[in-house]
């Protein structure tokens, strides 16, 4: 368990200065994991590891090899991968081979000319998507602060706008306005039917699961109570709060989001949710201001410690937590945990915003300013059942099988400790900063190759599997967010889905080669995000073993999450 303020988060509720906080509860399901977040500030990395195999040891160790790796390769892109961390690994040094650099994209920068009517409703989508930010016509996606899992959403919207699906692959080759309004008129593919169409369904009172919610729900039942499952963050104020405005805004949350009055209950087969429509929160206050100053933050962590601890029963709603901890007058810590079965890390997102605006609201005195939503994740369920028996989950599974067919041996790295025959789910973190002057290193290798920064670290993360394990044909994980439609993107719930990404790495492959290959198979992967990696699972026959995740045992993430306000004003 830790809890760290996260630097450069100051967000700022009715006039207090609000910072979200890191919470983890340690916990890993993948053997390894490489995580990053971008902030105004820079970019946190973290190394997550499976503690029954591994120690906090190798772990820092892992974690100084990406490092020393990404510093190989941004000196030397054109460097071949059995040179990379060859004297920390082989015990000596293998020169880097003559391979010529890896050039820069060969897609034709998009030529001066006349704005015209199509090029101003596409950068309008483009300034929306990336937050309201300046868009002309030549400006580059990417450099503005697009990146690989954005441009999903990029893609939506302009379905939504045009009706025309374009692959992801057209909006990279030219990623500015005019390329891509230029894809848009030569485009003749017909728009895509989307997973899960939207649209509420009434007197929704129960649904079934969705495939993500029924792996939660059948992990349970093996292993019930895995605090793996519970998702915690926390909110630190400084400055007086109004509690009442608070638990107002938290219950108007709730009253909007259906996935915060949702439980499961058995059915044949299984099981469906739930949602308690009738269901009202409390938000209790615990007192922490009698606890000497010097043992306080000691006190609130033992405390959040043993809420994180404590097991939720998905029949019972609601499946999160709340708490206020008031440390003095002017210093409070808002505790919010929810269960996997109905959350993920986008909802998170979603919460500060609705939060924000809600209190704001009521602190003023204003009525709850929020519009309806379209769509519950129930609904989304529902009609994510209907989408499986169609035609576009099977066009999308005739192109995720060949990828991955065929087989593949678990990662194989250097352990501390022997496998258990089942996980037990107990990790820990290593954690990293990437430099100012790094972080720039890698947005100019990526701007140079036609790529991303997301790209770039993924690359080198394979790299670092490979040199530790030898293995040339792995698969390593990335989350999406699964809020592509724009009906869901306002929307609580678990949409996250996970997509394996294959590389096979030839023999005297540099690292300018594999980037270009993970390049190629991210946008194969983000084009087909649509099925569930439990169907992918189970349409690959792979046999059970409950020593390890299927398919893959590592995981990548690279989030930069959306602009928050400074101060959230009060009148």
Same mark, same amino acid.
């Given at each position: 368990?830790?809890?760290?303020?996260?630097?450069?988060?100051?967000?700022?509720?009715?006039?207090?200065?609000?910072?979200?906080?890191?919470?983890?509860?340690?916990?890993?399901?993948?053997?390894?994991?490489?995580?990053?977040?971008?902030?105004?500030?820079?970019?946190?990395?973290?190394?997550?590891?499976?503690?029954?195999?591994?120690?906090?040891?190798?772990?820092?160790?892992? *974690?100084?090899?990406?490092?020393?790796?990404?510093?190989?390769?941004?000196?030397?892109?054109?460097?071949?991968?059995?040179?990379?961390?060859?004297?920390?690994?082989?015990? !000596?040094?293998?020169?880097?081979?003559?391979?010529?650099?890896?050039?820069?994209?060969?897609?034709?920068?998009? !030529?001066?000319?006349?704005?015209?009517?199509?090029?101003?409703?596409?950068?309008?989508?483009?300034?929306?998507?990336?937050?309201?930010? #300046?868009?002309?016509?030549?400006?580059?996606?990417?450099?503005?602060? !697009?990146?690989?899992?954005?441009?999903?959403?990029?893609?939506?919207?302009?379905?939504?706008?045009?009706?025309?699906?374009?692959?992801?692959?057209?909006?990279?080759?030219?990623?500015?306005?005019?390329?891509?309004?230029?894809?848009?008129?030569?485009?003749?593919?017909?728009?895509?039917?989307?997973?899960? #169409?939207?649209?509420?369904?009434?007197?929704?009172?129960?649904?079934?699961?969705?495939?993500?919610?029924?792996?939660?729900?059948?992990?349970?039942?093996?292993?019930?109570?895995?605090?793996?499952?519970?998702?915690?963050?926390?909110?630190?104020?400084?400055?007086?709060?109004? @509690?009442?405005? &608070?638990?107002?805004?938290?219950?108007?949350?709730?009253?909007?989001?259906?996935?915060?009055?949702?439980?499961?209950?058995?059915?044949?087969?299984?099981?469906?949710?739930?949602?308690?429509?009738?269901?009202?929160?409390?938000?209790?206050?615990?007192?922490?201001?009698?606890?000497?100053?010097?043992?306080?933050?000691?006190?609130?962590?033992?405390?959040?410690?043993?809420?994180?601890?404590?097991?939720?029963?998905?029949?019972?709603?609601?499946?999160?937590?709340?708490?206020?901890?008031?440390?003095?007058?002017?210093?409070?810590?808002?505790?919010?945990?929810?269960?996997?079965?109905?959350?993920?890390?986008?909802?998170?997102?979603?919460?500060?915003?609705?939060?924000?605006?809600?209190?704001?609201?009521?602190?003023?005195?204003?009525?709850?300013?929020?519009?309806?939503?379209?769509?519950?994740?129930?609904?989304?369920?529902?009609?994510?059942?209907?989408?499986?028996?169609? #035609?576009?989950?099977?066009?999308?599974?005739?192109?995720?099988?060949?990828?991955?067919?065929?087989?593949?041996?678990? &990662?194989? &790295?250097?352990?501390?400790?022997?496998?258990?025959?089942?996980?037990?789910?107990?990790?820990?973190?290593?954690?990293?900063?990437?430099?100012?002057? *790094?972080?720039?290193?890698?947005?100019?290798?990526?701007?140079?190759?036609?790529?991303?920064?997301?790209?770039?670290?993924?690359?080198?993360?394979?790299?670092?599997?490979? @040199?530790?394990?030898?293995?040339?044909? &792995?698969?390593?994980?990335?989350?999406?967010?699964?809020?592509?439609?724009?009906?869901?993107?306002?929307?609580? !719930?678990?949409?996250?889905?996970?997509? #394996?990404?294959?590389?096979?790495?030839?023999?005297?492959?540099?690292?300018?080669?594999?980037?270009?290959?993970?390049?190629?198979?991210?946008?194969?992967?983000?084009?087909?995000?649509?099925?569930?990696?439990?169907?992918?699972?189970?349409?690959?026959?792979?046999?059970?073993?409950?020593?390890?995740?299927?398919?893959?045992?590592?995981?990548?993430?690279?989030?930069?999450?959306?602009?928050?306000?400074?101060?959230?004003?009060?009148?």
């Amino acid at each position: 368990f830790s809890y760290q303020d996260v630097r450069g988060r100051d967000l700022g509720w009715g006039g207090l200065r609000h910072e979200r906080v890191l919470v983890f509860q340690h916990s890993v399901a993948e053997d390894v994991g490489l995580w990053f977040v971008e902030l105004e500030n820079g970019v946190e990395g973290s190394m997550n590891f499976n503690a029954d195999i591994f120690s906090q040891e190798t772990a820092a160790r892992c *974690r100084g090899l990406f490092e020393q790796a990404l510093e190989e390769v941004l000196a030397a892109p054109s460097r071949r991968l059995d040179s990379l961390l060859a004297a920390t690994l082989d015990g !000596g040094s293998v020169p880097p081979s003559p391979v010529e650099p890896a050039g820069a994209s060969t897609v034709e920068p998009a !030529g001066a000319g006349a704005d015209d009517a199509l090029e101003r409703r596409v950068g309008a989508v483009v300034s929306a998507v990336l937050g309201g930010v #300046p868009v002309s016509r030549d400006d580059d996606f990417f450099e503005l602060g !697009g990146h690989s899992l954005l441009v999903a959403q990029l893609v939506a919207r302009l379905k939504r706008e045009f009706g025309v699906a374009l692959p992801l692959r057209q909006v990279f080759d030219a990623p500015t306005v005019a390329g891509i309004a230029a894809s848009i008129r030569a485009s003749t593919a017909a728009p895509a039917e989307a997973a899960a #169409p939207a649209g509420r369904l009434a007197g929704r009172e129960q649904a079934p699961m969705s495939l993500m919610q029924q792996r939660v729900w059948f992990v349970e039942q093996m292993q019930p109570g895995q605090v793996a499952f519970h998702l915690p963050g926390a909110y630190r104020f400084h400055g007086p709060l109004d @509690r009442a405005a &608070l638990e107002k805004a938290l219950r108007a949350v709730v009253r909007r989001q259906a996935t915060l009055q949702t439980a499961f209950e058995s059915a044949e087969g299984g099981a469906i949710q739930r949602i308690h429509r009738d269901f009202v929160p409390d938000l209790p206050v615990e007192d922490l201001s009698a606890v000497p100053a010097t043992e306080r933050e000691a006190e609130l962590r033992r405390r959040l410690a043993a809420r994180i601890a404590e097991p939720m029963d998905l029949a019972q709603a609601p499946l999160f937590r709340a708490c206020l901890y008031r440390l003095d007058a002017d210093q409070h810590v808002f505790f919010f945990m929810v269960h996997h079965a109905v959350w993920d890390g986008g909802s998170f997102d979603l919460f500060d915003a609705e939060m924000k605006t809600l209190y704001e609201a009521f602190v003023a005195g204003r009525p709850d300013p929020l519009p309806a939503l379209e769509t519950e994740y129930a609904d989304w369920a529902a009609r994510q059942r209907e989408w499986l028996q169609g #035609p576009q989950l099977e066009a999308q599974l005739a192109r995720w099988l060949p990828r991955l067919e065929g087989h593949v041996e678990p &990662l194989q &790295l250097p352990t501390d400790h022997p496998r258990p025959a089942v996980m037990s789910g107990h990790g820990d973190m290593s954690y990293f900063d990437l430099s100012s002057e *790094r972080v720039e290193a890698v947005h100019l290798l990526a701007r140079s190759t036609g790529t991303t920064p997301f790209m770039v670290l993924l690359s080198t993360f394979f790299v670092l599997l490979h @040199r530790l394990g030898g293995q040339r044909d &792995l698969i390593t994980s990335i989350p999406v967010q699964g809020r592509s439609q724009e009906a869901v993107r306002l929307v609580m !719930g678990f949409f996250a889905n996970t997509l #394996p990404l294959r590389l096979r790495i030839a023999e005297d492959a540099a690292f300018g080669d594999l980037l270009a290959d993970v390049r190629n198979v991210v946008l194969d992967a983000l084009d087909d995000a649509d099925v569930p990696f439990e169907h992918l699972v189970r349409k690959l026959g792979l046999p059970r073993d409950n020593s390890r995740t299927p398919l893959s045992q590592a995981m990548f993430s690279y989030q930069k999450p959306p602009e928050k306000q400074r101060r959230w004003e009060i009148g």
